[in-house]
C-alpha cells in the first residue's frame, strides 16, 4: 500500500519549514508538518521571557531567500522573529501543512513497505510517509535541575521556556539561576522591576559587546527597494561571525592570537561595567573563549553594580519553602525562583523522538552506545529516507540559518540524483558515514574543544562522553560547497 504522505516533517520551527520549502521545490507536495506546541516557529514559539532578542544579527538570522528589510533593530527583539515565522508560513503555504498540538512518540522504518508509520499521542494514532524529516531544534528539552527540596518551594516557580506573559516581577525577592545566554537577556530586564535579585551562577560566561542599534526606516526602505545592500549587509556580517567562529574557535590551534583577542574584549567590557573587583573576578569565566557559547549584551555586567542585584557563586545545596540555601550554609530568602536551567541536549531525548530504523536499530540508543554521528550532519546508515536536520555535527557556523540552508541543498541534490535514476529510496552508506566522522575528528583536533582549555566549561557543545559533537567543524562557506558536490555514490538508492 502507498503511504499516505510523500514525506514526513516533525518540527514548525525554522528547521521545519526549511524543509518543507524544498520538498516543495522538489515537488513532494503532499507532506505534514507535525507540531507539539500550539503554533509555529519553534524556539521563538516557545521564548517570550523579558529580554528576549535575536543575538546574531538579523540580516544573517533570516533565511538568505526570505530577507526581512523590516527590522526594527540590528538584532530584532524575539517578537519579531516569531511574525517572521508566521510571514514565511503564509508566504510558502506552509501553514495549512501544519498539525499543532500534536506530540509524536516515534517513527519505524517498515522495510516490507518502504516507508516511515510515525506514532502520534501514545499510539492514538499512526500516520505513513515515504519520507521522514526530523526538525525538532537542539535546544527543545527544557532541563530543570534534581535541586533537593524544589518541590517544597512555596513561591512561584517559573523556567524561562514557559514564560507567563501576565506575571509581574515588580517588587518580589527573586532568584534566577543560570547564566546563559538566557539568563544574560533576562536579568537586566528582572533587575528593573524586582525588589532583590540574587543570580546564582556555577559557572560564568564570556559576554562580549552588542553592537545593537534601532534601524531607521530610510535604511529599512533602502533594503525594501534595493535588496542588494541588504545582501550585502549579510554578507559583512556573516563574514564576521564565520571570522570568529572558524578563524578564532575552530582553528585555535593556528590561531589562538584570535582567540585570546575575544577574550581580551570580554574583560575589557566587564572592566568597563562592573565597579567592584571581586564581583570582577567572579564574573570572570576559567575556560578558553569559545568551549561553551559566548554572549553578547551590553546591559548584562552592569547589573551587579546595582544594590539589589546580588551574585551567588556558592553551589546550591538544597532549596527551602521560602529560600535557597548554598553550600556556605546561607540561606537566600526568596519569593519567587526562576530556572535559567537551559536545555536537554545529549540524554535520552536526544533524538526528541524514538526513531526504529532497518534491523530494528534504535538511532538514540545507538548514538549513545557508539559515537555521536551523522553523514554530513543530516543521514545516517540503516536509517533509510530519513533526514535528521538536527544531528551530532550538523550545526554550522553560528547562526543557525547557514545550517538550515546547507541541509536545504544537501536534500536538493539527493533527492535530484535518486529521482534521475527513477528511484525512492536512500540510504548513506556505512563507508562514506565513517569517512565523514574520521574528518570531522580530525578536523577538531585543532578548534578550541581539545586544543584550547575547556576543563571548566560545562558546555553542551560536548557530549556525555566528552566529545564536542555538536558544531561541524569547518566554515558555513564549505559547508555549502560541500552539500552540492558531496559524492552521489556515498549513498545507495533503490525503489520502493
Ligand atoms: P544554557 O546556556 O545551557 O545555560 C543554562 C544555565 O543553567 C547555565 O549557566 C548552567 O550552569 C545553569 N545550570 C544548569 N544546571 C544547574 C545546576 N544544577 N546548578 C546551577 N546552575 C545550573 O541555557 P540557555 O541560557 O537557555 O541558553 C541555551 C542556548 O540557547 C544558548 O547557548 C543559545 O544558543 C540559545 N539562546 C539564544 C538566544 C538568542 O538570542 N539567539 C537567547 C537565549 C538562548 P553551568 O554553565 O554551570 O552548567
Redesign the pocket.
Known amino acids: 500500500m502507498a503511504p499516505q504522505f510523500d514525506a514526513i516533517v516533525v518540527g514548525a520551527g525554522f528547521g521545519g519549514m526549511g524543509a518543507g520549502i524544498e520538498l516543495d521545490r522538489l515537488g513532494l507536495s503532499n507532506y505534514v508538518i507535525l507540531e507539539r506546541e500550539a503554533d509555529l516557529g519553534g524556539?521563538w514559539h516557545v521564548?517570550h521571557y523579558p529580554g528576549?532578542?535575536?543575538?546574531?544579527a538579523s540580516v544573517t538570522?533570516s533565511y538568505s531567500f526570505e530577507p526581512n528589510p523590516f527590522w526594527s533593530r540590528l538584532?530584532a527583539p524575539?517578537k519579531e522573529l516569531k511574525r517572521y515565522a508566521e510571514h514565511v508560513a503564509e508566504k510558502y503555504g506552509l501553514r495549512r501543512r501544519m498539525r499543532f498540538s500534536t506530540v509524536v512518540d516515534g517513527a519505524r522504518w517498515e522495510e516490507e513497505n518502504q516507508q516511515w508509520v510515525v506514532s502520534i499521542e501514545g499510539g492514538a494514532e499512526t500516520l505513513t510517509g515515504r519520507y521522514l524529516l526530523t526538525a525538532t531544534g537542539?535546544?527543545s528539552q527544557p532541563?530543570t535541575?534534581?535541586?533537593p527540596g524544589i518541590e517544597t518551594f512555596q513561591g512561584k516557580i517559573i523556567h524561562?521556556?514557559a514564560w507567563e506573559d501576565d506575571f509581574d516581577l515588580t517588587g518580589r525577592k527573586a532568584a534566577i539561576?543560570?547564566?546563559?545566554?538566557?539568563?544574560?537577556?533576562l536579568v537586566p530586564e528582572a533587575a528593573k522591576k524586582v525588589a532583590e535579585l540574587t543570580v546564582?551562577?556555577?559557572?560564568?560566561?564570556w559576554v562580549v559587546p552588542k553592537v545593537d542599534a534601532k534601524i531607521p526606516a530610510p535604511v529599512q526602505k533602502l533594503f525594501a527597494k534595493v535588496p542588494t545592500t541588504q545582501k550585502a549587509a549579510r554578507l559583512v556580517n556573516t563574514t564576521m561571525l564565520e571570522a570568529l567562529m572558524v578563524v578564532g574557535v575552530l582553528h585555535y590551534k593556528q590561531a589562538k592570537p584570535l582567540n585570546k583577542a575575544a577574550a581580551a574584549l570580554a574583560k575589557a567590557h566587564l572592566f568597563a561595567q562592573v565597579r567592584d573587583k571581586q564581583t570582577r573576578k567572579q564574573l570572570t569565566p576559567k575556560y578558553d573563549f569559545g568551549c561553551?557559547?559566548p554572549?553578547?549584551s551590553n546591559h548584562y555586567f552592569k547589573v551587579f553594580n546595582q544594590p539589589h542585584v546580588h551574585l551567588e557563586t556558592n553551589?546550591?545545596e538544597r532549596i527551602e519553602a521560602d529560600g535557597i540555601v548554598t553550600a556556605d550554609g546561607h540561606k537566600t530568602e526568596i519569593d519567587t525562583l526562576i530556572?535559567?536551567?537551559?536545555?536537554n541536549?545529549w540524554d535520552v531525548n536526544f533524538p526528541a523522538i524514538e526513531i526504529i530504523g532497518r534491523e530494528g536499530v534504535n538511532l538514540g540508543k545507538w548514538w549513545r552506545d557508539n559515537r555521536f554521528q551523522a553523514y554530513e550532519g543530516i543521514t545516517v546508515p540503516k536509517f533509510p529516507n530519513f533526514l535528521s536536520l538536527n544531528s551530532p555535527y550538523s550545526y554550522s557556523g553560528l547562526s543557525y540559518f547557514t545550517t538550515i540552508e546547507g541541509q536545504m541543498k544537501h536534500i536538493a541534490r539527493l533527492f535530484g540524483e535518486m529521482f534521475r535514476r527513477g528511484e525512492h529510496t536512500f540510504e548513506v552508506t556505512q563507508q562514506a558515514n565513517d569517512r565523514f566522522l574520521d574528518q570531522v575528528t580530525d578536523k577538531l583536533g585543532a578548534s578550541v574543544f581539545y586544543g584550547g582549555d575547556c576543563s571548566t566549561?560545562?558546555?553542551?557543545y560536548f557530549n556525555q562522553h566528552g566529545e564536542a559533537a555538536l558544531l561541524r567543524p569547518n566554515s558555513t562557506v564549505s559547508t555549502h560547497k560541500q552539500a552540492v558536490s558531496f559524492p552521489l555514490d556515498d549513498y545507495s538508492f533503490g525503489a520502493a
Open positions: 524556539t521564548n528576549l532578542a535575536v543575538d546574531i538570522y538584532f524575539g537542539f535546544l532541563y535541575p534534581p535541586f524561562t521556556t539561576i543560570g547564566t546563559g545566554a538566557t539568563a544574560v537577556q546564582f551562577q556555577r559557572t560564568p560566561i561553551k557559547r554572549t553578547f553551589s546550591i530556572l535559567a536551567t537551559g536545555f541536549l566549561a560545562r558546555s553542551y
